[in-house]
DNA sequence: TTTATCTTGGACTGGTCGTTCCAAGATAGG
DNA sequence: CCTATCTTGGAACGACCAGTCCAAGATAAA
C-alpha cells in the first residue's frame, strides 16, 4: 500500500546524539543533523517533528542508553566504596580520554540550554537516578563497615552526585584526568573510618 | 575637536553582563544587548567591537567584579573551616535566591558555550583563583587544628573547587538550596577531626 | 499492473543573525 | 562662528535559522 522509510530511525536518532551533546542543542542547526544523518529535511520532520521534539528524544535516549547503563554498573558492583571508587575513575575515563573527551555530559551541557520542558524533566530524572544509586552503594559500605559511623547517607549521595555533575562540566574546558582523580580521592578518603 | 561619548561604557558593560549571564552567550543577539542598553549598533560596535569580544570583555568583567570578591572575602575570613563553610552559604545564597537565583555562574556557564580562545581563559583563571583561596583556607583551618590529620590540602581544594561549580551548574535547574547545603554539610563533616 | 499511500528531495518562506556602511548629529579647539 | 573629528541612528547586507510544501519516487496490497 505505502512506501516504507528508507533509514533506520534509531540509527539517526543516535547519530543526532552526538551533534547535539558535541555541539550543544542551540549551536546545532538542522541543518547539520541532515548533514550528520544524511537525511533530508522531509525525512527528518516527518519522522521525529521538529527540533525540540528531536532534541527531546535525544535526550531521553542518552538517559536511558549512555547514563543508567553507568548506574546500573554501579548498582550491580556490591563491593561498597570500591564500586563508588571504580565509577568515578570510569566516569573521569570517558569525559577525558577515548572519543568523547572534553564532550561532558549531554544531561549536564542541558542544563545551560534554554530547553523545552520535556527535556528539563531528563534533568532531574537524571539526578534522582544517580542520586539513588550512590545512596545504595554507600549503604553497602556502611553495612560492610567501610565507613565511619555517623555520616549522613542521603546527604553523602547528593554530595558525591554533585561532584559527578562538576566532572562532567570541568571536563568540558579541557582538564586533565589526574586533578580530577585526585580531588575524587580527597572526596572519598575521609568517609573512611 | 571631536565628539564624546553619549554613554558610559562600564555601564552599559554591566547590562549586558546581566544579558549573557542570565541567557548565555550563544542565545543572546546583539540585539538584546542594544534593547538592553538603548544603545545603537553603531555605537556598540565602534565601542566594544564584535558580539565575541563584548563577550570576552564581559567574562572578564564577571571575574573581576563578581567573583574574586567572594574569593577575597573568603581569604580575609582567617576562622578556618567556619569560614569555607560560610563561603558555601553564600554561594548557595546568591545561587538560589535573590536577583539572580537560577542563573548560576557566568563563567560556570561559558563551560557550555562555544566561546572564544579569550573566553576559555577565564575558565581556568578563575578556577585556579578558588582552588588557591581554599587551600589557603584549608591551611589556616589545618593549623587550627581544626581538621583531621593525614589530609591533601591540596585535592581537598580542588575538590571543593569543584563542590562549588556544581552548585553553580545545577542552581540552573532551579534546585532548592536547603538539599544543596546538606551536600555542602555532608563535604565537610568528614573533614573535621 | 494498477492504485492508494507513504516517503523523499529540494525549492521556498519569513524571520533573525552578526556585521557593515553612510549620512546626519554632536562636540570642542581654533 | 567654522571646521575637523568622533559618535550616532538606522538602513541595508548576505548568511543562516527552523519549518513548510509539493511534485516525484517508492512501495505493497489488490
Not at 580530577?180 to 573512611?192: E, F, I, K, S, T
Amino acid at each position: 500500500m505505502a512506501d516504507v522509510k528508507h533509514f533506520d530511525p534509531d540509527r539517526v536518532l543516535g547519530l543526532a546524539e552526538l551533534v547535539f551533546w558535541r555541539r550543544g542543542a542551540g549551536s546545532t542547526g538542522i541543518q547539520d543533523v541532515l548533514t550528520a544523518t544524511g537525511l533530508s529535511r522531509s525525512s527528518l520532520y516527518n519522522t521525529f517533528g521538529g527540533k525540540e521534539d528531536l532534541y527531546e528524544l535525544v535526550m531521553r535516549r542518552y538517559l536511558d542508553q549512555r547514563s543508567r547503563p553507568m548506574f546500573a554498573r554501579l548498582a550491580a558492583d556490591r563491593r561498597g566504596l570500591p564500586a563508588i571508587s571504580s565509577f568515578f575513575s570510569r566516569l573521569i575515563g570517558v569525559r577525558c580520554s577515548g572519543e568523547f573527551a572534553g564532550w561532558g555530559c549531554l544531561v549536564s551541557n542541558a542544563h545551560l540550554e534554554d530547553s523545552p520542558v520535556g527535556a528539563k524533566v531528563v534533568l532531574d530524572e537524571h539526578q534522582a537516578a544517580l542520586s539513588i544509586v550512590l545512596h545504595a552503594a554507600l549503604k553497602v559500605a556502611d553495612d560492610k563497615h567501610q565507613l565511619r559511623p555517623g555520616l549522613d547517607l542521603a546527604a553523602t549521595a547528593e554530595h558525591l552526585t554533585l561532584l559527578a555533575y562538576a566532572i562532567n562540566l570541568r571536563s568540558r574546558a579541557g582538564v586533565q584526568a589526574e586533578p580530577l582523580q585526585a580531588a575524587v580521592r580527597a572526596a572519598l578518603a575521609p568517609l573512611v573510618v
